[in-house]
């Protein structure tokens, strides 16, 4: 059993004061909010801040709200709460069927949307869900508030583009007329995605007008599938064009042989995933206008 190494501990009572103590302690420093990804790196010495700013009190970050036609999602939301909140399923369905595959209820009653996205990891599920929805990252810093969107969050494995004294505090999502849903391939469950894919998709008549592809744990740039989508742009939504999409999105990505597979199987699942989460996401489409007509 290994222990975390020795660290200084500060808690934060607003934004502004969690900024303060970012540029106080500096690079080395880190936020912690469910801590279920970066305690367990620490016990094992892979990270070793020397500062933790613990981010619990800012209640003003736990809000699930519609603003002027956008999703907003704090960066401490939990997973729990985005996987209850009828707002979320009514309009993106495809965060309630993530987080019903993420870990279980102990961690998603604390570990948060933020914190999830900020560790970046390559297995990650909401990344996949907010780059397939084309969602934005609010990072707030010394200098004020910056947008960035969801796809060009990521620039690496672990690796986002937060600065070192600069918080992610909230997650946006345009809302639109559209269906969306996640497929996911676990070797347990509320394990980590062997693979995963998420799809968003808008009809017109029988023409997709909008489509988004994301994909997890396949070595996907930034979490997402720009060929496939560009494929289907335009297209009739039919299963022919699903099919090759899947084949597109698998020929694209660059997964990496592990415990979880080889490369070959990870390609096979990035292909039947794609088709599946595609799918999904045109019946729901169809059942929402049919209630509608």
């Given amino acids: 059993m290994q222990v975390p190494a020795q660290f200084q501990y500060e808690r934060a009572t607003s934004v502004a004061h969690a900024l303060s103590l970012l540029t106080k302690f500096g690079p080395e420093s880190r936020i912690v909010a469910g801590g279920h990804s970066l305690i367990p790196m620490m016990k094992l010495r892979l990270a070793q801040p020397q500062a933790l700013i613990d981010i619990n009190d800012l209640s003003e970050l736990a809000r699930i709200s519609v603003e002027d036609g956008t999703l907003c999602v704090g960066a401490m939301v939990r997973h729990a709460d985005l996987l209850s909140s009828a707002v979320v399923g009514e309009h993106f369905p495809i965060f309630h069927d993530a987080e019903r595959v993420i870990a279980d209820p102990v961690v998603r009653n604390r570990g948060t949307v933020g914190g999830s996205l900020c560790q970046a990891d390559p297995s990650e599920d909401l990344s996949a869900a907010f780059a397939a929805v084309r969602g934005e990252a609010v990072i707030e810093g010394p ?7 969801v796809r060009e969050f990521f620039t690496g494995p672990y690796q986002t583009v937060v600065g070192d004294n600069e918080m992610l505090v909230q997650l946006r999502v345009p809302i639109s007329s559209s269906a969306s849903a996640y497929e996911k391939v676990e070797r347990r469950a509320g394990d980590w995605a062997v693979a995963a894919a998420g799809a968003e998709l808008r009809i ?12 997890t744990a396949l070595g996907a740039p930034n979490f997402h599938a720009p ?26 990505c660059e997964p990496v042989p592990d415990q979880r597979g080889p490369v070959d199987y990870k390609r096979h699942l990035a292909e039947v995933l794609t088709v599946r989460a595609l799918h999904r996401a045109r019946t729901r489409w169809h059942g929402n206008h049919r209630q509608e007509a």
Avoid at 204 to 211: A, D, F, R, Y
Avoid at 237 to 248: L, T, Y
């Fill in 143 to 149: 200098g004020g508030r910056r947008v960035v969107p």
């Fill in 204 to 215: 017109e008549g029988t023409q997709l007008v909008s489509v988004g592809i994301g994909l």
């Fill in 227 to 252: 060929e496939a989508e560009e494929y289907l742009l335009g297209g009739p939504a039919v299963d022919e064009r699903f099919a090759e999409a899947g084949r597109i999105a698998a020929r694209h």
